[in-house]
């Protein structure tokens, strides 16, 4: 089982490279609300370090693909898709672009919520790409009754971090703040807050539209099971202090949680399936 870590800056390299990390996530243009996007030179030079201790190189390009993105994103992949070991996409556009250029294999299909069944992997197959990711909402015994039918193509899952709950292309705090006659401060981190349940929920506005999270989840109690059954484990770095996100992911590796403080932290749906309102579907 490989630990996927999603790096920030190029400063953090050396720090990573002392962990021992396995897979070095990076942000690109074309990832959802980008705040660290790294350059193509920057990919090169990471790519080619990384690729010198055995270890691999993620990018994440997960955002909505529009029609006047087409000719852009065709360069780019061209590019990156020769060199990088994986790209994490959402959108299938990408996934047809890379089979037009001959490079599917590199392909990781990451849809957020909609990958809970394992008829997804002969999709992913027949795509040609890599392997898949599934949704964060399975429960450990879905997981594992998915990943015991065997498709020929990899399988990850995010074990820690913010999990995303909602997605809509419309600008809901750009919406709020203006009908509250005030403006939105680029620097701040908002939260929206359930009175029952004492929870705090980022949300999270760019371009592409408006995002909310749930709180952060923590798979720790269920390394080993997991272990038998996925390739990757994903790490997101949502909202959580540099620091301590350099603590997880040693820990994660080490498996080593003696000095981590999880106060606040669920174990998202591993142990519970979603509730459902009876009468959906009746």
């Not at 243009?29 to 691999?56: C, E, N």
């Not at 070991?85 to 250029?101: F, H, M, P, R, Y």
Request: charged fraction near 20%.
């Amino acid at each position: 089982m490989r630990i996927v870590a999603k790096m920030h800056h190029l400063t953090e390299l050396e720090t990573f490279m002392e962990m021992n990390l396995d897979v070095f996530l990076l942000e690109t243009p074309y990832a959802k609300a980008a705040k660290h996007p790294f350059s193509m030179d920057d990919i090169k030079g990471l790519t080619a370090s990384v690729h010198r201790q055995g270890k691999q190189v993620y990018l994440l390009m997960d955002r909505m693909i529009h029609e006047g993105d087409l000719s852009g994103i065709t360069g780019y992949l061209s590019e990156v898709s020769s060199f990088v070991d994986g790209i994490v996409l959402a959108d299938i556009t990408v996934a047809i672009i890379l089979q037009k250029l001959g490079a599917p294999r590199v392909g990781i299909y990451q849809p957020g919520p909609l990958n809970t069944h394992h008829h997804i992997a002969s999709f992913v197959q027949d795509l040609g790409m890599r392997g898949w990711v599934l949704a964060p909402e399975l429960t450990l015994s879905e997981i594992e009754s998915i990943t015991s039918m065997d498709s020929g193509v990899e399988i990850g899952f995010q074990g820690f971090g913010h999990i995303e709950m909602f997605h809509t292309r419309r600008h809901l705090l750009t919406s709020f703040f203006t009908h509250e006659a005030q403006s939105i401060d680029p620097q701040a981190t908002y939260f929206l807050k359930e009175a029952s349940r004492q929870e705090y929920y980022p949300i999270i506005e760019c371009e592409e539209g408006t995002t909310i999270y749930r709180p952060i989840m923590s798979s720790r109690a269920y390394l080993d099971r997991l272990r038998a059954c996925i390739d990757d484990v994903y790490l997101m770095r949502l909202n959580i202090d540099d620091d301590a996100y350099f603590q997880q992911v040693k820990a994660y590796l080490t498996g080593d949680f003696s000095l981590i403080h999880e106060e606040g932290y669920s174990t998202g749906y591993l142990e519970k399936m979603i509730d459902m309102d009876p009468e959906v579907g009746s």
